[in-house]
């Protein structure tokens, strides 16, 4: 087995600061995902990384950024923190070619 | 392009009484479908998956899930529930586009009174 371990889990940040969220498996998984999940929103993906190296934006990626320093890392910048971005963003991983992810516990992002 | 549909934003049973959330999916092929569960303050779990052969697939804690194709519907069933069960639910689809993707469905919240 393995785990998907998210810091920090809560992150207060001021309107207009950037914030990173970080991510680490140990799964030894290709593919990575972060997601943002909003109340009665489902989730909605921000950005994924097939294989260390790689970069793919998804349906919600503007105001983020995210790199993938290494094979077991993810991270995950929001590059102007908005009163409207409070939300629980998640991290996963997958075997590459594999249709099931595997879940972290969530970072909770308070804008004041 | 894909998209999933709980139509039931929360759903209140009794204890011991059967349970069936909804889920409603489009996808032009056959996608796999997913129910994950999420207790508070964790991540998502998975529960069961259905990716090809018998439309009926089991998963934990006695939670099992149709597949019918006909009417793209995935919903999630338990025979008892029990007060444990209290969590949100989320439907899945995934499909094959040179990488796996997944669209979820808003969620269900399930609360289970005595």
């Known amino acids: 087995g393995g785990i998907i371990t998210q810091t920090p889990k809560f992150l207060i940040g001021q309107e207009g600061q950037k914030l990173t969220l970080k991510c680490q498996q140990n799964?030894?998984?290709?593919?990575m995902y972060w997601y943002r999940q909003d109340s009665g929103k489902g989730l909605r993906l921000i950005y994924y990384?097939?294989?260390?190296?790689?970069?793919q934006k998804g349906d919600l990626s503007e105001g983020y950024d995210a790199s993938r320093e290494k094979k077991s890392s993810f991270s995950l910048t929001v590059t102007s923190a908005q009163k409207n971005e409070m939300a629980v963003f998640l991290c996963?991983?997958?075997?590459?070619?594999?249709?099931?992810?595997?879940f972290g516990k969530g970072t909770r992002l308070t804008v004041v | 392009a894909q998209s999933v549909t709980q139509p039931d934003a929360r759903v209140t049973v009794s204890e011991g009484a059967s349970l069936q959330l909804r889920c409603k999916y489009s996808?032009?092929?056959?996608?796999?479908l997913f129910w994950y569960v999420q207790y508070p303050r964790q991540g998502l779990q998975l529960l069961l998956k259905?990716?090809?052969?018998?439309?009926v697939v089991q998963g934990v804690n006695g939670f099992e899930a149709e597949f019918i194709k006909s009417n793209s519907s995935f919903h999630l069933r338990k025979a008892s529930v029990h007060w444990s069960d209290s969590a949100v639910y989320f439907c899945?689809?995934?499909?094959?586009?040179?990488?796996?993707?997944?669209?979820f469905g808003a969620g269900t919240r399930l609360k289970v009174i005595a």
């Open positions: 996963a991983s997958s075997i590459r070619g594999r249709a099931e992810v595997f």
């Open positions: 799964f030894n998984h290709d593919t």
């Open positions: 990384s097939i294989t260390e190296n790689d970069l």
């Open positions: 996808y032009s092929g056959t996608p796999y």
């Open positions: 259905y990716y090809s052969g018998d439309p």
């Open positions: 899945a689809v995934s499909a094959y586009t040179g990488n796996y993707k997944y669209v």
